[in-house]
């Protein structure tokens, strides 16, 4: 990769049920380097070991189950995420909530820094900007979890009066300026899969929209478009979706459609996560098509037994409110609200007929589901499927659903009674990639690289704070259009108020972004008075996280809960007993 960020998993760590240790919090790095013989060389094998926290809540696997802690997924167990907790509010102090891995990210870079102030080396300058940038991003996601923080500059063994905290608006100040002294030193060109101008500008972009700081947030993005040399991820050749091509083409029924464009929408969209090296992608976890840099993840974790020939656990999942954001093909209508209960009596009607069918015929549900697939088509519960935003048929598998580029010639059965077959109906198209596969033991290793930060992010970012600055205009309608062009839709609606389009592109940024780990932060900056730039709209935490989460057969999952002390997350317990500080012992109100 020559134009993305490395970013190393740090895996299932940052959000377990379990905390990771806690001496990340405790001490420092011992027993490295002599400061007084420390060479070009030894700074950069410690910044490549910094570069392991980039961008961390936000990488890959990670990044999908925040969107469990929202109203996009869910996740049934608390050993894979206490996502569901959150939803329900009814998490404890007791869980880390990345508290200790994101301050075990912020003493390898100070580690960095102690280490460079030393050194003479040509790359001096770059290091340091480097492993500050990697800083900043980490106190950013650490302040928009728990708001106030400690700053920590200095590598210490020991802090025997404490840490006391910093105020949030403290912290957000340092991030910004921290950022800002960084790209003085970086360098313009992306050689490099390092902190360039452009890349730190992004991660500039997306901290100044999550604290509120739109006209920052807007010059930054602005940056990035202009310099960064990004563009969107096409697919020229396509072949290899034409199966699924053909069912999506009988899903497009209302008259008028340039349906081969819209189907080109949907590839152009979903193969951006099959390739590397995406013009598109700004910062990206790299793997390699071998075992040793390779993910299990991307099969395993997203997928069900009957999607996938090893194992399938579907550990977290879109779930029918996400569903029902994604526009109708006109893009700017949403689907006819549907009675969950009425629904899901219409599935099982499919369902038993399929199984009574499949037995009778000695084959698999997915096998009959193959043979009946028309006559499915033609079903009432099959009708919320159609005329629908391309991008919802690129990102979600839905209930029989055409599956041809993970098993050929079949579609998405949901077998309810099995719980590693998530327990919505839904799964992440967009995400689990076949591509790069690596067969070992029961498992799939996809060597494949996971987008952290693209532009269409950065266009989002544009486009709303531009709006809160400026007004939407035909410079903000310009980059959410750009988005409508590479699926294939209609242009955005040019004639609505502020708040209108704050709404409107609030569900576009939910859409374009669904399951890369923002909504979580979304939904909460919406709510925030302090930082929504006075509008909290139709998206903010009190008014999506509400009802029961239902699967497609009508089991519940969690129940959407929203409190106010769920705008910020716990500080550990396990943190706080360790603290010395008399100021810093109290947790977030609520806890």
């Known amino acids: 990769m020559n134009t993305t960020i490395k970013v190393l998993t740090l895996g299932a760590c940052l959000f377990s049920a379990f905390s990771c240790s806690d001496s990340f919090f405790d001490k420092a790095p011992t027993g490295a380097l002599d400061k007084g013989k420390v060479n070009n060389n030894n700074l950069t094998e410690l910044l490549n070991g910094a570069y392991q926290y980039n961008a961390a809540s936000w990488d890959g696997y990670s990044a999908a189950f925040l969107d469990g802690y929202a109203d996009n997924g869910y996740s049934r167990n608390l050993w894979d995420s206490p996502g569901n907790s959150v939803q329900s509010n009814t998490l404890t102090a007791d869980k880390d909530f990345s508290y200790s891995a994101l301050y075990g990210g912020i003493r390898a870079c100070n580690n960095v820094l102690s280490f460079a102030e030393k050194s003479d080396g040509p790359d001096k300058a770059k290091i340091i900007a480097e492993a500050r940038m990697l800083r900043a991003f980490l106190y950013a996601d650490l302040t928009l979890r728990f708001g106030d923080i400690a700053i920590i500059k200095e590598v210490a063994n020991d802090y025997p009066d404490g840490l006391k905290r910093n105020k949030a608006s403290e912290v957000r100040k340092f991030v910004l ?58 697919a020229s050749d396509q072949s290899r979706y034409a199966v699924d091509a053909a069912y999506f083409k009988k899903l497009y029924t209302q008259s008028g459609l340039d349906v081969d464009k819209l189907i080109k929408g949907i590839f152009n969209y979903q193969d951006l996560w099959t390739r590397d090296d995406s013009p598109e992608v700004i910062l990206a976890t790299e793997h390699d098509a071998t075992i040793e840099k390779s993910s299990w ?118 077998e309810h009674t099995i719980d590693n077959y998530g327990k919505s109906g839904y799964y992440f198209r967009k995400f689990s990639s076949p591509d790069q596969l690596i067969a070992r033991g029961a498992y799939f290793y996809t060597g494949v690289d996971w987008p952290v930060m693209r532009l269409a992010e950065i266009y989002l970012i544009y486009a709303e704070s531009h709006t809160q600055t400026t007004g939407y205009d035909a410079e903000a309608q310009k980059y959410l259009n750009m988005l409508r062009d590479r699926v294939g839709m209609a242009h955005v609606p040019s004639t609505l108020s502020k708040n209108e389009a704050l709404d409107f592109i609030r569900n576009e940024r939910r859409i374009e972004l669904a399951g890369e780990g923002l909504r979580f932060y979304d939904i909460r900056l919406y709510e925030d008075d302090t930082r929504n730039g006075g509008y909290k709209g139709l998206d903010a935490a009190s008014n999506v996280m509400k009802g029961q989460i239902f699967d497609v057969i009508n089991n519940p999952g969690a129940l959407l809960v929203w409190d106010k002390r769920l705008e910020l997350l716990p500080y550990p317990t396990s943190a706080l007993d360790k603290n010395k500080n008399k100021e810093s012992k109290e947790n977030n109100p609520g806890y």
């Open 297 to 414: 993840m991307r099969i395993t974790c997203f997928l069900s037994p009957g999607l996938t020939t090893k194992h399938g656990w579907a550990t977290i999942v879109p779930i029918q409110q996400l569903v029902d954001a994604y526009w109708m093909v006109d893009g700017k209508t949403k689907p006819q609200a549907q009675d969950h209960n009425k629904q899901a009596s219409l599935f099982k009607d499919i369902y038993q007929s399929t199984k009574t069918k499949a037995k009778a015929n000695s084959i698999t549900p997915e096998a009959q589901t193959s043979k009946d697939i028309d006559e499915i088509l033609k079903t009432d519960f099959m009708k919320q499927y159609f005329n629908r935003d391309p991008r919802l048929y690129a990102s979600i598998i839905f209930p029989f659903s055409s599956v041809d580029i993970y098993k050929r010639g079949e579609y998405s059965f949901y």
């Open 177 to 234: 300026s921290e950022i800002d002294a960084a790209i003085q030193d970086l360098p313009e060109q992306n050689i490099k899969p390092r902190y360039t101008k452009a890349k730190a500008n992004a991660v500039k972009a997306r901290v100044a929209y999550y604290f509120g700081d739109y006209a920052v947030a807007e010059q930054a993005a602005k940056y990035v478009i202009e310099h960064g040399g990004y563009h969107l991820h096409t």
